[in-house]
């Protein structure tokens, strides 16, 4: 960081000096090309009185009014040809086209003054006081505006310097592992902007990591019973009386696989709807319309259940992820299934430009203290249910993922039948019409 302020610090000098010379010389030259080509009308009409005093003088007449000018001007003034080699080729072509009309021309950045007289030409020169910059000056005004710019650059750079070594510092923590670090926001800059960009980065993978790190310990002990069974199982294999025992274990063992499976084919499920990340991709569908056709792939669960469908009017239309919706819808209605004894409802509905989807049953219900921890993986009501009817634990998990992906939201309640009521809504649904 100190080599960055120092690098921004010698930039700042750099550039100022540059820019001050490179002004001061177009300043020159444009100051320069403007008097030479149009002097000012103080000094024209001085030229032409000058001339028209010393036009008519006698030879020594005019020697004795010269050396009362170079008195006066304190400078040089002297008499030469009009082809004297001492005047400017340019000076010369203007004098002998308007020979009525003095000149200036700057020699060594000294302004010389030309009059004509004649066939002679009347030179003085160097004029005081006008000068175009005087060289002291000069270097008064450059180094003071370095010193200044360079300065107010320093103090700015200082600051800046210090917000991102705080960054640094930050970002260096976490990247030790203390996943609490976080960077002063400070003010709303471009470094205050890039800080709150760090802060929101950090949560996630904080999140991500703590996610990761509860689900790898959910999941070694999900697995640890299947895979108990299964090894119970190959051991009872050899000891089987009959061969229908035998089938009886197989079979038995195979249900433990099929679970394994079903287990995998949730986690990798619930990996890919990751938490905050957004839909895959988006298009409008019939909500009402979806649920009929998830209704129909999950009829072979309780052929005794009635499952009712109520759309609004008109039908309900969204624009989500399809698949994902799909799987959501899924995962409530087996989940209610599951749990009901003789009805399942599916009630659409809008609120605003939402669209509301609330899947009821009349089983035994959620116990309010339960209801925000069965969104979490792996979690259950009865520890000791079986797989039949606890299944693997992710479905209300991975429907708040999908939910949340969909900028949506998701509430469990008690529903009119006593049973639960799981209500999620999904923005994108437009604005209700009449």
Sequence with gaps: ?????????????????????????????????????????????????????????????????????????????????????????????????????????????????YIPLRQKVVVAGPLPGLELLN??????????????????????????????????????????????????????????????HFNVMAHRLQRLIENQRLLLQAVSHELRTPTARIRFGLEMLSSADSEVEKQERIASIDDDLTELDDLVEELLVFNRFEDGAPPQSMEPIAVGETIRGVVERLGHLRAELVVEVTDGQPPCQLVCDARSFSRAMQNLLSNAMRHAQQRVTVRCGREGESVVVAVCDDGPGIPPSERQRVLEPFARLEDSRSRESGGAGLGLAIVQRIVAAHQGTIIIDEGGAGGARVVTTWPGGGPTRP
Excluded at 93 to 102: D, H, Q, S, V
Excluded at 135 to 146: N, T
Aim: charged share 20%; proline share 5%; aromatic share 6%.
């Design 135 to 196: 060289p002291w000056i000069v270097a008064s005004v450059l180094g003071l505006s370095i010193l200044v710019v360079g300065l107010t650059g320093f103090f700015l750079s200082v600051g800046i310097v210090r917000r991102l070594r705080r960054l640094e510092r930050a970002a260096e923590q976490f990247g030790q592992g203390d996943l609490g670090a976080r960077a002063d926001l400070g003010s709303r800059d471009a470094i205050g902007s890039l800080a709150g």
């Design 1 to 113: 960081m100190t080599r960055l302020l120092l690098r921004i610090s010698l930039a700042i000098f750099a550039a100022s000096a540059i820019m001050f010379f490179i002004g001061h010389s177009i300043f020159g030259y444009w100051a320069k090309r403007t008097m030479e080509s149009s002097p000012p009308g103080p000094t024209l009409a001085a030229m032409d009185a000058l001339r028209q005093q010393m036009v008519d003088l006698s030879p020594e007449a005019l020697e004795q009014e010269l050396r009362r000018q170079r008195e006066l001007l304190q400078t040089n003034v002297e008499l030469l040809e009009l082809s004297s080699r001492r005047i400017p080729a340019k000076v010369r072509a203007r004098l002998e086209a308007e020979p009525r009309r003095g000149a200036i021309a700057f020699r060594h950045n000294q302004p010389m003054l």
